[in-house]
């Protein structure tokens, strides 16, 4: 069993920051890439950042020089500070975690149960 619980969600308004956290939990034997998506009312998930085990990063170019997700393996742990928040930034935010059980068994992706952030004008 694995669990990835999500924290930090909130209200905010335009151009405050927030800062999420994921921690993942369970039987875990390897963690790879880690990340954050987000699901707009009405639309579908997108990507907004991941990070590799070794510490590269991917960001979503409308986060770019916004958002900047970090990961502490000795805790499971992905982050995503979210500064210079806006409107359009409103969605629910999910972690994911690509993991291997046991090293008999294959990668596979786990996701949060999500954390809505809601940015006001």
């Known amino acids: 069993q694995v669990q990835l619980v999500e924290s930090g969600g909130g209200l905010v308004q335009a151009g405050e920051s927030l800062r999420l956290s994921c921690a993942a939990s369970?039987?875990?034997?390897?963690?790879?890439?880690m990340g954050w998506y987000r699901q707009a009312p009405g639309k579908q998930r997108e990507l907004v950042a991941t990070?590799?085990?070794?510490?590269?990063?991917n960001y979503a170019d409308s986060v770019k020089g916004r958002f900047t997700i970090s990961r502490d393996n000795a805790k499971n742990t992905v982050y995503l500070q979210m500064n210079s928040l806006k409107p359009e930034d409103t969605a629910v935010f999910y972690c994911?975690?690509?993991?291997?059980?046991?090293?008999?068994?294959?990668?596979?992706?786990?996701w949060g149960q999500g954390t809505q952030v809601t940015v006001s004008s």
């Open positions: 369970g039987s875990i034997f390897v963690i790879g890439a």
């Open positions: 990070i590799t085990a070794g510490g590269n990063t």
């Open positions: 994911y975690a690509r993991l291997a059980r046991s090293r008999w068994l294959n990668y596979n992706d786990y």
